[in-house]
């Protein structure tokens, strides 16, 4: 559901102290620091901004998560009074439990413990409440493809899970199976149904649907609206774990349990106790964050939505380019989508700061205690999935926008923004608002050059061939496929792939988002062969579109850690800037050295 930029590792040195230091000079001088003039910028820019990061080498996210926790650390050990009080007091004695209790065995919540006969439907809902989704399939609470404010069960096939290797042959037997199944009846882009409990009870009669949701609802689950996908899959499963012997199911659960509890499970690290708060208990983490340290909220939410504006507002006059050659009514669909996204800074609920009475009571029924982690943990984990579901037992089970806030089944906080489809919005966690990502004193070039790039990336998600499908609401629509079938849509598709890519639609969110950032900060008309940019009073040596470049690669800086869904980094800047025709023109390259490839969507192409 969540488009995300990434988690790599990142370079860029030095460490701003809060107080006087200016702060251009010091990231001009950690920009230098990162270069390595052996190698030329035509051929490899990421060799050329990153080169020299060893030298000098800072994981700034980790740096960023360092900071968070910190302070929130100091927050949760002090003893200050509070507003919401039994929210504080929950998350001190979840805190406590976490850092107290290194040596304590994870024991199993005393329901998955029962005695009874083994039955798998029952067993995967009763563990689908602890937190373990994507076994057998995955179930989530979330709103239907063409109603984003109507609350409906999603059931698909899962992901393969490739940290888990099964130990058992019997356990064996059956992962092996499972990818069999998935193989044979995945689908890219697969069907979508909507369909009421009772049918799917038609539908699907090879899985026992009422003693599923019944566990994991703990109610009769009545009329409840269920929207699949994958049909074959679920009918095909069904008859497998019929077929299958109990024991096999059983320990393949348990094997399964075993490996969540593992990635789950923080060490008992302070920092790493925060970082896992952050991620199984978002509300209560951001609400305290948001209220007793973060101190610029509003300076950096004016910059943001300013920015942010202006990305939009470039955006805009390419679409009036109109070069897919749109009819005015799919012209009209792709403004009102960008004129309805909205900016969220923090993932927190739309409420005032006086109302902490909701983030007082959000937690209540978990018995969290601080003399056991291991009680906290499943307490929390059950907690959540009771939160996410409450909605559908509510009459219409219609979304709330005012209470509306990510709680997914996440296990590592997000760090970097994020995209929603569903809700047309993007949201910048809060932990990424500080130095080096961002610092409101900075001058507008290093602001454009990298938050530019990351919220221009996330908007261009939006546009790419599966962002494209969802209007201004949140809603599939058809006209969203029309526009997606267009020649020059899917000729700028191909244009992309002319090197292969782990991931086609980040691909285009790269290229468009920082062309976007370019062309908003520079100006659509500017025209870097003729116009000499000068440089600042903090640089004297670098042109402003030389910074703007520079800054933007050195986000991506790092150890090249194999990435999950999106490009090495190396790639990713380089196909970037091989895609933005300026470039060339800024470092002076010949065209032996560099030839731009100008993939543009959505941007009248230079050459044109
Ligand atoms: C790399 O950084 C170090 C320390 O900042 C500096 O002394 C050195 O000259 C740099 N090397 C290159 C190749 O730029
Ligand atoms: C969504 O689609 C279902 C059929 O798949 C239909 O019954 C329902 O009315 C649609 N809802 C809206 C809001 O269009
Ligand atoms: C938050 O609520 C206000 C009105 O209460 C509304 O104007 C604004 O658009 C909402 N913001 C978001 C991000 O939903
Ligand atoms: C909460 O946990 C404590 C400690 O394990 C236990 O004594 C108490 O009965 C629990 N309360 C509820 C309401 O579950
Ligand atoms: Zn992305």
Redesign the pocket.
């Known amino acids: 559901m969540l488009r995300t930029i990434f988690g790599a590792l990142l370079c860029t040195a030095l460490t701003v102290s809060q107080g006087k230091a200016d702060i251009n000079l010091a990231t001009m001088h950690s920009i230098r620091s990162n270069l390595d003039r052996r190698v030329s910028p035509c051929s490899n820019f990421w060799a050329f901004a990153c080169g020299n990061w060893s030298s000098n080498y800072v994981d700034n996210f980790q740096l960023a998560e360092q900071r968070y926790a910190n302070a929130m650390i100091a927050v949760l050990t002090s003893n200050r009074l509070r507003d919401a009080p039994r929210l504080f007091k929950q998350l001190q004695d979840y805190f406590t439990a976490c850092v107290g209790h290194p040596e304590e065995q994870m024991q199993l919540p005393p329901e998955l413990l029962s005695g009874e006969a083994f039955e798998w439907t029952r067993a995967t809902a009763r563990l689908r409440k602890y937190g373990l989704n994507g076994v057998f399939f995955d179930e989530m609470a979330d709103v239907?493809y063409?109603?984003s404010l109507?609350y409906v069960v999603q059931l698909k096939m899962p992901v393969a899970d490739n940290n888990h290797s099964p130990m058992r042959p019997e356990t064996r037997l059956l992962e092996r199976d499972l990818r069999i199944l998935r193989e044979k009846y995945g689908n890219e882009e697969p069907m979508l149904?909507?369909w009421m409990l009772s049918k799917l009870n038609k539908e699907i009669p090879q899985i026992e649907w009422e003693v599923y949701f019944q566990e994991l609802l703990e109610r009769e689950p009545g009329q409840l609206l269920v929207q699949i996908s994958d049909v074959e899959y679920f009918r095909k499963l069904g008859e497998l774990l019929r077929q299958s012997s109990n024991t096999a199911v059983e320990s393949y659960l348990s094997e399964r349990l075993a490996q969540f509890v593992k990635e789950a499970k923080p060490d008992s690290t302070l920092q790493s106790c925060i970082h896992h708060m952050s991620a199984v208990l978002p509300l209560g983490m951001n609400y305290i964050y948001d209220r007793y340290v973060y101190r610029t909220r509003s300076e950096d939410m004016r910059q943001l939505q300013q920015l942010f504006d202006s990305l939009r507002g470039t955006f805009a006059k390419y679409l009036e380019h109109n070069r897919l050659e749109l009819s005015h009514e799919q012209l009209s669909y792709l403004h009102a989508k960008l004129a309805g996204m909205q900016l969220k800074l923090g993932n927190l609920p739309n409420l005032t700061s006086a109302d902490y009475g909701f983030y007082n009571d959000h937690y209540a029924s978990a018995n969290f205690s601080a003399g056991s982690f291991a009680q906290s943990f499943w307490q929390a984990l059950r907690l959540r999935t009771r939160l996410q579901h409450l909605p559908l037992g509510q009459p219409g089970a219609t979304l709330q926008l005012k209470y509306y806030y990510v709680n997914d089944d996440l296990v590592r906080a997000r760090n970097a923004p994020y995209f929603e489809h569903e809700r047309n919005t993007l949201t910048v966690p809060l932990v990424f608002m500080q130095w080096p990502f961002y610092d409101h004193r900075q001058h507008p070039i290093f602001r454009h050059s990298l938050m530019g790039f990351i919220l221009g990336h996330e908007l261009s998600h939006a546009f790419e061939q599966e962002g494209i499908l969802f209007d201004a609401a949140g809603n599939e629509a058809l006209l969203g496929v029309r526009i997606r079938q267009k020649a020059k849509f899917q000729a700028a598709l191909n244009c992309a792939q002319h090197s292969p890519t782990a991931s086609l639609k980040e691909r285009l969110a790269d290229f468009n988002g920082l062309q976007l950032a370019y062309d908003t900060f520079f100006g659509l008309a500017h025209d870097s062969q003729r116009f000499e940019y000068r440089p600042y009073d903090f640089e004297q040596e670098f042109l402003a579109p030389q910074i703007f470049h520079l800054n933007f690669a050195q986000f991506f800086c790092g150890r090249l850690p194999t990435a999950i869904n999106h490009d090495m980094d190396d790639v990713r800047v380089n196909e970037a800037e091989l895609n933005l025709h300026q470039f060339s023109i800024d470092f002076s390259c010949t065209r032996h050295q560099f030839d731009s490839i100008g993939c543009e969507m959505w941007r009248a192409a230079t050459h044109e």
Do not use: E
């Open positions: 239907a063409n109603d109507s149904q909507l």
